[in-house]
């Protein structure tokens, strides 16, 4: 009985009871087993670290392309860089195999004495789309070579290298990658999305020389990788600049249909007095 009065209640556990709660089950391993045991946890180590590693690259090598984005946008409104250089000259082939010899604009010097491959400026407003567009001899070099002309994943921007680097041809063709972390042309995939394709129907092509091109976007959507639309000896009625990304799968290319309209067909100039018609 304790204090209050009230009888103290003893419980008394059987020896059975305590026997069970104290029973553990005991699971022995035979050698065999353990080996694999650890043979898998070293597996599951070895591959997690490799993810981890694969991912940590990945990444970087995104942070380096951005920069070099940021470095070439920043290199080619730097007046006082460009004017380091003298009247720098190119001459190019036009699509009637025309030699012609154009005048670089200043704020294309700079970039232009780096790498002569560039032949223009691809931007659509509000987007990452803000990039130097390349051309060289074959479609395989800018597919992982930078505008530096360095390795790199990301590879640039490039014109089909059947086409004129004027882009008097009916039809254009502008390849980039489907970069996961949203560069290069991985921002097409937003046209899918019909407003979104209202809302950012304006891609604009700056030449070297002065030219400036306006086209219009008429449509998006996946075509087969061998599909008539990238044979640039299709008859078309405007002239057309594609830009093609790689779709879901290998054999699938997502593809931003764009026409210069007529009455743009006399080009805009950046002021260099250059006036081009187009035919």
């Known amino acids: 009985q304790n204090r209050s009065g009230s009888k103290k209640k ?40 490799s993810c981890l590693a694969y991912f940590g690259i990945y990444y970087y090598d995104s942070y380096k392309a951005q920069q070099l984005s940021a470095q070439l946008t920043e290199k080619k409104n730097d007046a ?27 704020e294309y010097k700079s970039l232009y004495n780096q790498n002569k491959n560039l032949i223009g400026w691809l931007e659509i407003a509000d987007t990452n789309i803000d990039y130097p567009v390349m051309q060289t001899a074959d479609n395989e070099y800018y597919l992982n070579h930078t505008f530096k002309k360095t390795e790199h994943v990301a590879g640039s921007i490039f014109l089909d290298k059947d086409n004129s680097p004027d882009f008097s041809n009916r039809k254009s063709i502008l390849y980039g990658h489907n ?22 129907n304006k891609v604009y092509l700056y030449l070297p020389e002065g030219q400036t091109l306006t086209y219009s976007v008429i ?4 075509v087969n990788a061998d599909s008539d639309t990238f044979w640039l000896g ?46």
């Open 10 to 49: 003893i419980t008394r556990s059987s020896g059975k009871q305590d026997k069970k709660k104290s029973r553990r089950k005991v699971v022995v391993l035979t050698r065999g087993e353990l080996r694999a045991r650890r043979l898998l946890t070293a597996v599951l180590v070895v591959a997690a670290m």
């Open 80 to 106: 006082a860089v460009n004017r380091m250089y003298g009247q720098t000259q190119t001459v190019q082939e036009n699509a009637d195999g025309q030699q012609i010899t154009l005048t670089v604009l200043d």
């Open 179 to 200: 970069m996961k972390d949203g560069s290069m042309f991985q921002g097409l995939h937003k046209y899918e999305n019909e407003q979104y394709l209202e809302t950012h």
């Open 219 to 222: 449509r998006c959507g996946y």
């Open 234 to 279: 299709e008859p078309v009625e405007t002239r057309q600049l594609l830009l093609s990304t790689c779709g879901s799968d290998s054999s699938k290319r997502l593809v931003l249909f764009c026409e210069l309209p007529e009455e743009s067909e006399e080009s805009e100039t950046n002021g260099e007095g250059i006036s081009m018609e187009v035919f």
